[in-house]
T-cell receptor, first 113, second 113 residues
């Protein structure tokens, strides 16, 4: 079936530390891949996306590369800030499912001073 | 350009009642999807509408229904509310139906007592 697996949280980092949140997926065809972020009490905000193999999505210092050979889309940031504290969701749209998003369970990131 | 607007932001209902939630998509967007977010089940797809037609449906009972109007605004209805329906309901709009990113509203927090 179609699924997205994210690393369990919470992830606690000190400010300026390097961040990696792992995401792997199971899908058919060539899915589009996304990272969304949710701040407390808010909806989801699109952070970045990649629509084909080897594409790199980037935004606000965050990056993720679409790796078809390992079915992965890991999120990275070189230096996190306290303001990055939020829940991060990896998601995909599978080929032929229009705009239906399948989400991972989310990873909570807590950044401390 | 205004974002996705969901009303109301918060609702408290009693078991057995019904509720209607509203979503106004980004201007020019014709696809609207609904998701339910709970701590136990995460983000789950409810249904998707494009040009007033339901194009995709998730695994929810028939008590959950929706519709889309000619101006792309959408409503979802839940009848005979159960305690387990307490959740954050998120609406997302997309410009096209296929392979395009979704933009989310802030959600409606429904509490069933």
């Amino acid at each position: 079936g179609i699924s997205v697996t994210q690393m369990e949280g919470p992830v606690t980092l000190s400010e300026e530390a390097f961040l990696t949140i792992n995401c792997t997926y199971t899908a058919t065809g060539y899915p589009s891949l996304f990272w969304y972020v949710q701040y407390p009490g808010e909806g989801l905000q699109l952070l970045l996306k990649a629509t084909k193999a080897d594409d790199k999505g980037s935004n606000k210092g965050f990056e993720a590369t679409y790796r078809k050979e390992t079915t992965s889309f890991h999120l990275e940031k070189g230096s996190v800030q306290v303001s990055d504290s939020a829940v991060y969701f990896c998601a995909l749209i599978n080929t032929g499912t229009a705009s239906k998003l399948t989400f991972g369970t989310g990873t909570r990131l807590q950044v401390t001073l | 350009k205004a974002g996705v607007t969901q009303t109301p932001r918060y609702l408290i209902k009693t078991r057995g009642q019904q509720v209607t939630l509203s979503c106004s998509p980004i201007s020019g967007h014709r696809s609207v999807s609904w998701y339910q977010q709970t701590p136990g089940q995460g983000l789950q797809f409810l249904f998707e509408y494009f040009s007033e037609t339901q194009r995709n449906k998730g695994n929810f009972p028939g008590r959950f229904s929706g519709r889309q109007f000619s101006n792309s605004r959408s409503e979802m209805n839940v009848s005979t509310l159960e305690l387990g329906d307490s959740a954050l309901y998120l609406c997302a709009s997309s410009e096209r139906q296929v392979n395009t990113e979704a933009f989310f509203g802030q959600g409606t927090r429904l509490t069933v007592v």
